[in-house]
């Protein structure tokens, strides 16, 4: 569970590759949702929408906890570490860190996004909460077009991620990639 010397641990991981399905599901259901045909399939996919944002909160949630009490392990020191000397690892948390803020934005635009609707907040099917504003197409439409925005910057900044993460592992032959993947032969 806890961070070995030179890898993550089983929680970070699971954390990990659990918030990248969820990105990858609401995202392709916030961008082809108005694809699927109207009625129970639309309804349906939009209950998984916002569930997956909740839940990709929940799990940021946690994964800031257990950073903050388990830290990392430290970086994979390679010749383009080198090569930036000092540069390479606040380009790194920097890209870290704004991946951080786009998991928390992105659901936060889309609660906002569903009030300013004048809709409730489904919550997994267990309960809801109701819209504290009444409908507002302006706001809604305003919001709704943030959410859009700053979800395809998240997929975007994590798409940069998993490129750096192959670069670090064909390129510079490090154990930055194998780090967070599941145990086995290196």
Same mark, same amino acid.
């Given at each position: +569970?806890?961070? @070995?010397?030179?890898?993550?641990?089983?929680? @970070?991981?699971?954390?990990?590759?659990?918030?990248?399905?969820?990105?990858?599901?609401?995202?392709?259901?916030?961008?082809? %949702? /108005?694809? *699927?045909?109207? !009625?129970?399939?639309? /309804?349906?996919?939009?209950?998984?929408?916002?569930?997956?944002?909740?839940?990709?909160? +929940?799990?940021?949630?946690?994964?800031?906890?257990?950073?903050?009490?388990?830290?990392?392990?430290?970086?994979?020191?390679?010749?383009? !570490?080198?090569?930036? !000397? #000092?540069?390479? /690892?606040?380009? #790194?948390?920097?890209?870290?860190?704004?991946?951080?803020? *786009?998991?928390?934005?992105?659901?936060?635009?889309?609660?906002?996004?569903?009030?300013?609707?004048?809709?409730?907040? @489904?919550?997994? %099917?267990? %309960?809801?909460?109701?819209?504290?504003?009444?409908?507002?197409? #302006?706001?809604?439409?305003?919001?709704?077009?943030?959410?859009?925005?700053? #979800?395809?910057?998240?997929?975007?900044?994590?798409?940069?991620?998993?490129?750096?993460?192959?670069?670090?592992?064909?390129?510079?032959? /490090?154990?930055? *990639?194998?780090? +967070? *993947?599941?145990? %086995?032969?290196?």
């Amino acid at each position: +569970m806890t961070n @070995p010397i030179h890898r993550y641990g089983l929680a @970070p991981r699971f954390l990990h590759w659990l918030t990248v399905i969820l990105v990858l599901v609401a995202w392709t259901l916030g961008t082809f %949702g /108005d694809d *699927l045909p109207k !009625g129970a399939a639309r /309804d349906t996919g939009l209950f998984v929408h916002i569930s997956a944002g909740l839940l990709i909160l +929940m799990a940021l949630v946690v994964r800031l906890a257990w950073r903050v009490a388990e830290p990392p392990p430290p970086p994979e020191p390679n010749e383009f !570490g080198r090569w930036l !000397g #000092a540069f390479a /690892d606040p380009a #790194a948390r920097l890209a870290q860190y704004t991946l951080y803020a *786009l998991l928390i934005a992105v659901p936060i635009a889309g609660i906002l996004a569903q009030f300013a609707r004048g809709n409730a907040l @489904p919550l997994f %099917g267990l %309960g809801e909460i109701a819209s504290p504003w009444i409908r507002d197409r #302006a706001f809604a439409h305003n919001v709704t077009e943030i959410h859009e925005i700053l #979800a395809n910057a998240l997929v975007i900044v994590a798409s940069f991620h998993a490129a750096a993460a192959l670069v670090h592992h064909f390129v510079f032959r /490090d154990n930055t *990639l194998i780090r +967070m *993947l599941p145990p %086995g032969k290196p």
